[in-house]
Nanobody, 115 residues
Framework: QVQLVESGGGLVQPGGSLRLSCATS????????MAWFRQAPGKQRELVAT???????TYAESVKGRFTISRDNAKNTMYLQMNSLKPEDTAVYYC?????????WGQGTQVTVSS
């Protein structure tokens, strides 16, 4: 059974930081392309950050320089370090794993940036 479990969300003040984790099971983690998406109320789900070929990464323009995606293949876990958070970063953040035709999602974790 494939599971992607996000954690680390919460309420943070503008300018603060959070670190999200995505713990996976049931997949050969190192083979999967991993990504973080987010969805704000009333908006479409958008790509935040992803690993492209090998260990290369791509970020949405809105988070470049503030967010860092990383992965630990030994722990089957992906991370998203979010610094200098802004109110517009408020959303549910989702973990995504892709390999060939397989495409899995986590249940999401809420991030709220507010004073």
């Amino acid at each position: 059974q494939v599971q992607l479990v996000e954690s680390g969300g919460g309420l943070v003040q503008p300018g603060g930081s959070l670190r999200l984790s995505c713990a996976t099971s049931g997949i050969i983690f190192r083979l999967y392309a991993m990504a973080w998406f987010r969805q704000a109320p009333g908006k479409q789900r958008e790509l935040v950050a992803t690993f492209t070929s090998g260990s290369s990464t791509t970020y949405a323009e809105s988070v470049k320089g503030r967010f860092t995606i990383s992965r630990d293949n030994a722990k089957n876990t992906m991370y998203l370090q979010m610094n200098s958070l802004k109110p517009e970063d408020t959303a549910v953040y989702y973990c995504n794993a892709r390999f060939g035709p397989q495409n899995f999602w986590g249940q999401g974790t809420q991030v709220t940036v507010s004073s």
